[in-house]
């Protein structure tokens, strides 16, 4: 229990330590591929990969500053970055393109028609 606790402690200054660093924030954007919007939620997803370690009994798994970026790294892949599920009635981004797309070509057509564009 308390060398958990220790290494606990330890991965909070750690976080702190990787918070401050923005080269390493980019990055970690940069590979979960969900936008500049992700760098707000790294804080809170550092957060669920130390429940993660704790919940899966690896707190040995990360002795070092850089052996816990690696598994952070990984874990993100697999598991912190997924995104959600489409709901039955949601369309994926493309389709949403398209859909808009059509629509403007629609509309542009009619405006051309109407001979609006003179």
């Known amino acids: 229990m308390r060398a958990r606790t220790q290494a606990m402690e330890q991965w909070e200054a750690w976080n702190q330590e990787l918070l401050s660093d923005e080269a390493w924030r980019y990055s970690v954007v940069q590979q979960a591929g969900l936008g500049v919007g992700f760098d ?11 429940q993660f370690l704790v919940s899966t009994a690896e707190t040995d798994s990360v002795p070092t500053l850089k052996d816990y970026q690696r598994r952070f790294h990984y874990w993100l892949r697999d598991y912190g970055a997924k995104r959600p599920k489409r709901g039955k009635n949601e369309v994926s981004r493309i389709e949403e393109l398209n859909r808009v797309g059509e629509e403007s070509l629609a509309m542009a057509r009619q405006i051309w028609l109407n001979g609006e564009c003179a």
């Open 40 to 50: 707000s939620q790294i804080p809170e997803k550092l957060s669920e990969f130390n």
